[in-house]
C-alpha cells in the first residue's frame, strides 16, 4: 500500500449515496473496499446486492498540491479509456458512470466495472521466463494497438492542458513544467533546472523525428495489469490518468530495453533502432525519474523509497546524457 494525501477519503455512507446517484435508489452496497495499490487517486472496490462489482475512483482533495501535468487528469481518464475501449480490443474497464458536480465529494469521481484477475505485480515472480513472455507479448501488442490512435497535436490528453504542433514543444513543457513544480518544491535535484532545459531544447531535432502524434498510456507497469492466473491472458489494463499524444518510445514498458529485445519482436516495430530513437528514449527515463524525484514531496509518502529510487536512476541516466 502507498499512502499519499492525494487520496481523497471516501466513507461507507458517502459510497452509499454514490451508489444510489450511478445505478438508482434500489440497488444495495454491500462490500466496500479501499484498492490500496494506487498512488494518487482513490479507488474503492464496490460489490452491489445482485452481485456486480465496480470500482469507484475519486480525484485528489482540491486543496491539495498535485504536480502540474496532474491537474484534469481525472477528465483525462474517462475520456482515454473510453477511446481505447472503442477504437482498439484492449481490455479496458467500461465506465458506467462519472460526476463532476462534486456533490457527494469535493472532487470529481467515476465508476467503472471492475477487472477480474491477478495484479500482475503479484503474479509475475510466480511465473516462469516462458510464462512472462507470454504476457509481456500480450502488452506489447496491446500497446502498438494503442499506438495505432493518433491525433493531430502533440500534447497531455487533459481536455484543458495546452496543445502543441511539434513534438519537442511538447516534451520540452512536459520538463519545464516539472522542474518549476520541483522548483516552487524547493527539491534538489543533482544538477540545475535549467541544465536540463537546456539539454531537451538541445534535442529538439531528435525529439522532432516523431512526426505523429500517438496515444501513449504512459503508466502501463505490472500493478496496472490485471492477469488470469489460470490462462495468463491480459484481463485488463488500468490507469489512463497520465495519457498523452507523443511519441510511442515514451511508455514506460521500454524503459531497459534494447534493439534486440523480445518485447521490441512482438510490439513489431524496430522502436530502438536508431541512435536518435534511443537518445530519445534516455530524455523519457529522465523525465519518468524526475517524476519519482519531484512528486513525493508533494505526496508525502511515509517512506523515501520511492524518491530514492528515482534519484538513484535519475544519476545513471543524466551520466548516460553527458550531465553528471
Given at each position: 500500500?502507498v499512502?499519499?494525501?492525494?487520496?481523497?477519503?471516501?466513507?461507507?455512507?458517502?459510497?452509499?449515496?454514490?451508489?444510489?446517484?450511478?445505478?438508482?435508489?434500489?440497488?444495495?452496497?454491500?462490500?466496500?473496499?479501499?484498492?490500496?495499490?494506487?498512488?494518487?487517486?482513490?479507488?474503492?472496490?464496490?460489490?452491489?446486492?445482485?452481485?456486480?462489482?465496480?470500482?469507484?475512483?475519486?480525484?485528489?482533495?482540491p486543496?491539495?498540491?498535485?504536480?502540474?501535468?496532474?491537474?484534469?487528469?481525472?477528465?483525462t481518464?474517462?475520456?482515454?479509456?473510453?477511446?481505447?475501449?472503442?477504437r482498439?480490443?484492449?481490455?479496458?474497464?467500461?465506465?458506467?458512470?462519472?460526476?463532476?458536480?462534486c456533490?457527494?465529494?469535493?472532487?470529481?469521481?467515476?465508476?467503472?466495472?471492475?477487472?477480474?484477475?491477478?495484479?500482475?505485480?503479484?503474479?509475475r515472480?510466480?511465473?516462469?521466463?516462458?510464462?512472462?513472455?507470454?504476457?509481456?507479448?500480450?502488452?506489447?501488442?496491446?500497446?502498438?494497438?494503442?499506438?495505432?490512435?493518433?491525433?493531430?497535436?502533440?500534447?497531455?490528453?487533459?481536455?484543458?492542458?495546452?496543445?502543441?504542433?511539434?513534438?519537442?514543444?511538447?516534451?520540452?513543457?512536459?520538463?519545464?513544467?516539472?522542474?518549476?513544480?520541483?522548483?516552487?518544491?524547493?527539491?534538489?535535484?543533482?544538477?540545475?533546472?535549467?541544465?536540463?532545459?537546456?539539454?531537451?531544447?538541445?534535442?529538439?531535432?531528435?525529439?522532432?523525428?516523431?512526426a505523429?502524434?500517438?496515444?501513449?498510456?504512459?503508466?502501463?507497469?505490472?500493478?496496472?495489469?490485471?492477469?488470469?492466473?489460470?490462462?495468463?491472458?491480459?484481463?485488463?489494463?488500468?490507469?489512463?490518468?497520465?495519457?498523452?499524444?507523443?511519441?510511442?518510445?515514451?511508455?514506460?514498458?521500454f524503459?531497459?530495453?534494447?534493439?534486440?529485445?523480445?518485447?521490441?519482436?512482438?510490439?513489431?516495430?524496430?522502436?530502438?533502432?536508431?541512435?536518435?530513437?534511443?537518445?530519445?528514449?534516455?530524455?523519457?527515463?529522465?523525465?519518468l525519474?524526475?517524476?519519482?524525484?519531484?512528486?513525493?514531496?508533494?505526496?508525502?509518502?511515509?517512506?523515501?523509497?520511492?524518491?530514492?529510487?528515482?534519484?538513484?536512476?535519475?544519476?545513471?541516466?543524466?551520466?548516460?546524457?553527458?550531465?553528471?
Amino acid at each position: 500500500m502507498v499512502e499519499s494525501i492525494s487520496k481523497t477519503p471516501v466513507s461507507r455512507h458517502v459510497a452509499e449515496s454514490i451508489v444510489s446517484d450511478a445505478f438508482g435508489p434500489e440497488a444495495s452496497l454491500v462490500e466496500f473496499d479501499e484498492c490500496t495499490e494506487g498512488w494518487f487517486n482513490a479507488a474503492h472496490r464496490l460489490t452491489l446486492a445482485d452481485g456486480r462489482r465496480f470500482v469507484l475512483k475519486v480525484a485528489p482533495p482540491p486543496d491539495v498540491a498535485v504536480l502540474t501535468y496532474e491537474h484534469d487528469i481525472m477528465a483525462t481518464e474517462v475520456a482515454a479509456m473510453r477511446l481505447v475501449h472503442e477504437r482498439t480490443s484492449v481490455p479496458v474497464p467500461t465506465v458506467v458512470w462519472s460526476d463532476t458536480s462534486c456533490r457527494r465529494l469535493p472532487s470529481p469521481l467515476f465508476v467503472m466495472t471492475c477487472c477480474d484477475g491477478t495484479l500482475l505485480s503479484e503474479l509475475r515472480r510466480t511465473l516462469s521466463p516462458d510464462q512472462q513472455r507470454h504476457v509481456d507479448a500480450q502488452l506489447a501488442r496491446f500497446l502498438r494497438a494503442m499506438h495505432s490512435i493518433t491525433h493531430p497535436t502533440f500534447g497531455l490528453q487533459a481536455p484543458t492542458a495546452p496543445t502543441f504542433d511539434r513534438w519537442s514543444e511538447a516534451f520540452h513543457r512536459l520538463v519545464d513544467d516539472l522542474l518549476a513544480d520541483g522548483e516552487r518544491a524547493g527539491v534538489a535535484l543533482p544538477v540545475h533546472p535549467d541544465r536540463l532545459r537546456t539539454l531537451v531544447r538541445d534535442h529538439s531535432d531528435v525529439l522532432d523525428e516523431v512526426a505523429i502524434a500517438s496515444f501513449v498510456h504512459w503508466d502501463l507497469w505490472d500493478p496496472n495489469v490485471f492477469i488470469d492466473p489460470v490462462t495468463l491472458d491480459v484481463v485488463g489494463v488500468i490507469d489512463f490518468e497520465r495519457a498523452l499524444w507523443g511519441d510511442p518510445l515514451m511508455e514506460g514498458q521500454f524503459f531497459g530495453k534494447t534493439a534486440e529485445s523480445p518485447f521490441l519482436d512482438d510490439y513489431g516495430i524496430p522502436a530502438l533502432a536508431t541512435p536518435e530513437a534511443r537518445q530519445r528514449r534516455l530524455l523519457y527515463d529522465m523525465y519518468l525519474f524526475l517524476v519519482m524525484t519531484i512528486e513525493s514531496t508533494y505526496r508525502h509518502y511515509p517512506t523515501d523509497d520511492i524518491e530514492r529510487m528515482g534519484r538513484r536512476q535519475l544519476d545513471v541516466t543524466l551520466g548516460s546524457l553527458g550531465l553528471d
